[in-house]
């Protein structure tokens, strides 16, 4: 034996293993283990799919009572064939992690506060925000309750599990999906609490954007004084067209929310001004201020068939992959088909052989921060209603990779948990001991509303399906094959008084406590108008006839919903593909109004030539949103120039980001009066400035920016948007990036950025339904299926697919049908 | 002109056999994926062979192995993960280089541990 050549040969070897099998970082970012990873037979080359592969396959599970049919169509949508209800949830759980277990670990853990767990001591703002948040804290609440009350959803979560489960068994470590290789670590149980923390994820992005915007008006209160944030933030929207009609009379209240005495020096600070500003950590992004959507139903009395037609667009983070999944179930007790969510059981939006439902976010506060006075740096005793009183301390744990755990000590007071403290501070929290109130935080059977709605026959198990649903607040539209159609708005709404929870309130006694939850009964709805649809856009929901205060106006886009009746209300003889085509409508209602206000105070012939180059290119727009629209870039760019002009005065010289004032803020007074004393600059003391001067300030400073995007030649509306569907990761490379597509904020086809119309579905209700749907994104999540991305193009340029929803033997023998997966019990 | 044609064929015995035996022992994906270093340096045991040649035998097997497992993965795949991971590496999206840098992982570890197996047997 040569035993130094052989020493240093095998150094070298297992020098070369060991750089090879652990991350190694390279700036800012961690390799995946790059042996590994590149190996053939364990890393990401096994998740290279087969072109063409087919998706036959038998399986064998114990815990199914029966036997199920799987048939998968030509867009790898499964129709769920079973004897019974809860075999059916076990395979969709089977589905769900077969195609999209990363997403679904991935998802729960950003809820749960787990990413640094795998990614690392960075992720503790985001982990610290949702643990404090409550998130845990909400899901152990509905988990609690669902055990305790509800043996029927206790099974259906606990099949759906059971199914995510026996997939995770049968799955080979080299065959776990991508992401765990590239980020290097494992698939872990699922379990029922997963499924309701993913719930809560839900509510937190469809409600939790008062987190961020009740601190941040407080403090914009606090910069500029009341007076002026009521002129800036005014709650009047002029041109509101709510989803029940102006003029509809409400029940009387049974609730009267009474504002305390008081309360305009302690609570809405009229008097004090400008406190002065201080800065500590960052916190994690606040949910889309676009978390929305459209929905609508058109009665028979409007389309040609003589049948309603549903329509439902939820419009949110455009992700891959995507946060749903189609499928069809079908047992004994109902057959459903729509948009599921990978990590919960049954279908979210979609329809069955009886009716179709849809939903929109109500946008209703349901979220409120209260100040606490602690007894001492301990926070074991907190001042409530004259003595003190003892929190309950909740602990938790944050295992952190690479680093020790951190321990979260959060006081749980009578408000709710003390989210922030002397531990815990954001830019915007300013120092304060807060505890957040949240309808969140209560146990929630919103799972039940699904599995009923999947069920459901007509209105009224329909009405009795959604008088579950708390949280987040939606709007459900409803039709029938029978001709029924309806809106509702649920959830667990606060009776408030007027700008009660705008801002954080005193929390020393319970005077500023919820007087009462709003009876289902009096929630804002709609059955068979005369108009012949209803519809909801985000928009307020009442007018200022209903009784109770709704929220602050920003949670209300106003245009969207605008658009939306103005054409239904002159559609008739409407088709499915006239629904189509008002989903992906591009028409800017806004730059209706705006435009024409903008021309009122400007005086082109004082412009330069090239703003009035450019003034011309927004005159001569045809208001529609296309991605080709030169026009819509350059009305966007001026317009929010003018309302930086008219603003940024004002803004300027906080240390803290403010809220910007609403868009139909400044259109509203250019339309009143053209005396708007806030459009003169306070920074100039020698001159008062006028709109006009703004507006004309305004275009000469978009003019500059403008020609750098026309000299890039990012002037059409879709390059300079650059709308894209990003990985959960934002890696670029797995993402679909500048798609060819119009629409934006207060359009119909609300896509944005990387926001927009995530799932869109029409349903014509005809005694064998005929629907039509698709999500941004593909049913497979494997960045290395042809499956990942199928839709997007799709999406991109307005198509749709026509959904397959048939009874077995039907499908069977259907031309699209592809494969079958068999799943027996022994 | 014998010996040579023994050596050439024991040669080819060791890249085939570490080959199939790297394969063989790839399929279990409970193993560390580094598990054919100890296959390679048992089979440069066995069959004795100068270090050079090891080391050329085990890097080849192993080596050609990945090679062609990715290069049959890829064309089946249509490049379209391959693709991917040549942007996420700083590779500007060469499925090539991707390929390319794979097959070398196989090589020099391949190499590497049949060349430490050589010099078990070797004496001095």
């Known amino acids: 034996m040569r035993i130094l050549p052989f020493i240093a040969s095998t150094l070298v070897t297992v020098g070369l293993i060991t750089v090879l099998n652990v991350q190694l970082t390279i700036g800012k970012t961690q390799t995946p283990k790059l042996g590994y990873f590149l190996s053939p037979q364990h890393g990401f080359w096994k998740n290279a799919e087969k072109l063409g592969a087919g998706f036959d396959a038998s399986i064998v599970a114990k815990d199914l009572k029966g036997n199920v049919d799987v048939y998968m169509d030509d867009r790898l949508v499964p129709h769920i064939y079973a004897d019974n209800d809860e075999d059916a949830y076990f395979v969709q759980g089977f589905l769900h992690a077969k195609f999209r277990l990363w997403q679904m670990d991935f998802q729960t853990r950003v809820a749960s506060g787990r990413l640094s767990e795998i990614a690392g001591a960075d992720k503790l703002t985001i982990d610290r925000f949702f643990r404090r948040l409550g998130m845990v804290y909400g899901a152990e609440q509905t988990e609690k309750f669902i055990n305790e009350n509800n043996p029927v959803m206790k099974a259906t979560v606990e099949a759906y599990t059971a199914g995510v489960n026996a997939y995770l068994k049968q799955l080979s470590p080299e065959d776990i999906p991508f992401e765990y290789k590239l980020m290097n670590y494992q698939p872990e149980e699922w379990s029922p609490k997963k499924t309701y923390l993913f719930l809560m994820f839900m509510s937190y992005d469809l409600t939790g954007r008062a987190a961020a915007a009740d601190l941040q008006l407080t403090n914009t209160r606090d910069f500029l004084g009341y007076d002026l944030f009521d002129k800036l933030y005014t709650n009047q929207q002029d041109s509101l067209d709510p989803i029940i009609p102006k003029g509809t009379t409400f029940a009387e209240a049974s609730l009267h929310p009474i504002q305390p005495a008081g309360a305009d020096s302690v609570y809405l600070k009229k008097q004090t001004l400008n406190t002065a500003a201080q800065n500590t950590s960052a916190s994690p992004e606040a949910p889309d201020k676009n978390n929305g959507s459209n929905n609508w139903a058109v009665s028979g009395s409007k389309t040609k068939s003589g049948r309603p037609i549903l329509c439902s667009d939820p419009h949110l983070g455009l992700n891959l992959p995507s946060l749903w999944y189609e499928v069809q179930i079908t047992t004994p007790t109902h057959s459903t088909y729509g948009a599921s969510f990978p990590g919960s059981p049954a279908v979210i939006i979609g329809f069955n052989d009886s009716l179709a439902w849809g939903v929109t976010n109500a946008g209703r506060d349901v979220l409120d921060y209260y100040e606490l006075k602690f007894k001492d740096s301990t926070q074991k005793e907190y001042w409530f209603n004259g003595s003190w009183q003892a929190a309950s301390n909740r602990q938790e744990i944050i295992k952190v990779k690479d680093s020790a755990d951190v321990v979260e000590n959060i006081a749980m007071t009578h408000w709710g948990p003390a989210m922030f403290d002397t531990h815990y501070q954001n830019v915007q929290s300013m120092g304060r001991n807060l505890a957040v109130k949240w309808t969140g935080h209560n146990a929630s059977t919103g799972v039940e509303t699904f599995y009923k709605l999947n069920r459901a026959k007509n209105y009224d198990d329909y009405i009795n399906a959604i008088s579950l649903w708390k949280c987040p607040g939606q709007n459900f539209v409803f039709a029938s094959k029978t001709g029924d159609i309806a809106i509702k708005q649920q959830g667990s709404f606060v009776a408030r008084w007027d700008r009660q929870g705008d801002f954080i309130m005193p929390g020393v006694d319970s005077s500023y406590d919820w007087q009462g939850i709003i009876p289902n009964e009096e929630n804002p709805m709609m059955k068979n108008p005369e108009r012949g649809f209803v519809s909801s856009a985000n928009q307020k929901s009442v007018d200022s006839t209903y009784p109770y205060y709704l929220g602050t106006a920003s949670s209300f886009p106003l245009y969207r919903g605008i658009s939306v009746n103005k054409r239904l209300a002159i559609m008739n003889q409407m088709t499915p593909m006239d629904m189509q085509g008002l989903q992906t409508d591009n028409y800017n209602v806004f730059a209706e109004v705006a435009r024409p206000a903008l021309n009122k105070f400007m005086d082109q012939t004082k412009l330069s030539p090239d703003a009035q180059r450019m003034v011309m290119e927004m005159n001569h727009w045809d208001l529609y949103n296309n991605a080709n629209s030169k026009g819509t870039t350059v009305f966007k760019i001026i317009w929010d120039s003018v309302e930086y002009a008219v603003w940024g005065d004002e803004m300027a010289g906080s240390k803290l980001p403010l809220t910007k004032p609403e868009a139909f803020v400044l259109v509203d007074q250019m339309n009143r009066d053209s005396n708007f004393s806030v459009a003169d600059d306070i920074r100039t003391k020698d001159k008062i400035e006028t709109l006009k001067d703004q507006v004309q300030l305004g275009i000469e400073k978009a003019t500059k920016k403008l020609l750098e995007l026309e000299k890039d030649n990012k002037l059409a509306w879709a390059s300079f948007k650059a709308t894209s569907v990003n990985h959960l990761t934002k890696i670029p490379a797995l993402s679909r990036l500048n798609l060819p597509i119009g629409g934006g904020v207060n359009i119909i086809n609300a896509t944005t950025e990387n926001h927009g119309p995530s799932w869109r579905m029409v349903v014509h209700l005809t005694d064998e339904i005929e629907a039509y749907g698709l999500y941004p994104g593909g049913q497979s999540g494997n960045p290395g299926s042809p499956y990942y991305d199928t839709f997007v193009d799709y999406w991109a340029a307005g198509k749709y697919y026509r959904l397959l929803f048939l009874p077995k033997a039907k499908l069977i023998t259907n031309e699209r049908t592809k494969w079958r997966i068999q799943f027996k019990n022994a | ?124």
Do not use: C, E
Not at chain 2, 1 to 30: C, D, E, H, R
Not at chain 2, 79 to 87: C, D, G, P, Y
Not at chain 2, 99 to 113: E, K, N, Q, R, W
């Open chain 2, 1 to 124: 002109m014998k010996s040579n044609q023994s050596a050439i064929i024991k040669f080819l015995m060791a890249t085939i056999v570490s080959a199939l035996l790297a394969y063989a022992i790839g399929i279990y994906g409970n193993l560390p994926w580094w598990s054919f270093v100890i296959s390679n340096f048992i089979v440069a045991i066995a069959i004795d062979q100068k270090p050079w040649k090891a080391f050329i035998s085990g890097a080849l097997g192993v080596g050609l192995l990945w090679l062609t497992l990715a290069l049959m993965i890829d064309q089946q795949n249509g490049h379209l993960l391959s693709t991917k991971v040549a942007n996420i590496l700083p590779l500007k999206g060469s499925t090539t280089a991707l390929i390319a840098i794979t097959a070398f992982v196989g090589f020099i570890l391949g190499g590497l541990s049949s060349l430490s197996g050589s010099y078990v047997r070797k004496a001095k």
